[in-house]
């Protein structure tokens, strides 16, 4: 379980990651050519050299993918709990009905004396 929280926390810090990484790059221009306006460049913008921030995006992204697949697998197992390993509780002893005295085995006969 702990191996889970710990992919759990790795994947957190992917996530940011990526998040960033996204963020610092320059745009291709403006909002027009993010919705297929008003380019002359080539479909996907012009080809120019690997940057070490799209290197870190195409990684991090590839990591995203493998955490999101692994965590979805590793969750299949179901939720641990605290208590699972934990004895219940003894349970209550049976009520008697008000006014009779509890059931008792009657007292052995006595020997006579010799």
């Given at each position: 379980?702990?191996?889970?929280?710990?992919?759990s926390?790795i994947?957190?810090?992917?996530?940011l990651?990526?998040l960033?990484v996204?963020?610092?790059q320059?745009?291709k221009g403006?909002?027009?050519?993010?919705?297929?306006?008003?380019?002359?460049?080539s479909?996907f913008g012009?080809?120019?050299g690997a940057?070490?921030?799209?290197?870190?995006?195409?990684i991090?992204?590839?990591?995203f993918?493998?955490?999101a697949l692994a965590?979805?697998?590793m969750?299949?197992r179901g939720?641990?709990?605290?208590l699972?390993g934990a004895?219940?509780p003894k349970p209550?002893?049976p009520?008697t009905?008000?006014?009779?005295p509890?059931?008792?085995?009657?007292?052995?006969?006595?020997q006579?004396?010799k």
């Amino acid at each position: 379980m702990i191996l889970y929280y710990l992919f759990s926390t790795i994947y957190v810090l992917v996530c940011l990651m990526l998040l960033m990484v996204i963020l610092l790059q320059q745009g291709k221009g403006d909002m027009a050519a993010a919705f297929g306006g008003g380019s002359s460049q080539s479909a996907f913008g012009a080809r120019a050299g690997a940057t070490v921030l799209s290197k870190a995006t195409a990684i991090l992204a590839v990591l995203f993918m493998v955490g999101a697949l692994a965590l979805a697998i590793m969750g299949q197992r179901g939720p641990g709990s605290l208590l699972s390993g934990a004895p219940g509780p003894k349970p209550a002893a049976p009520a008697t009905a008000p006014g009779k005295p509890p059931a008792t085995p009657p007292p052995a006969p006595s020997q006579p004396p010799k």
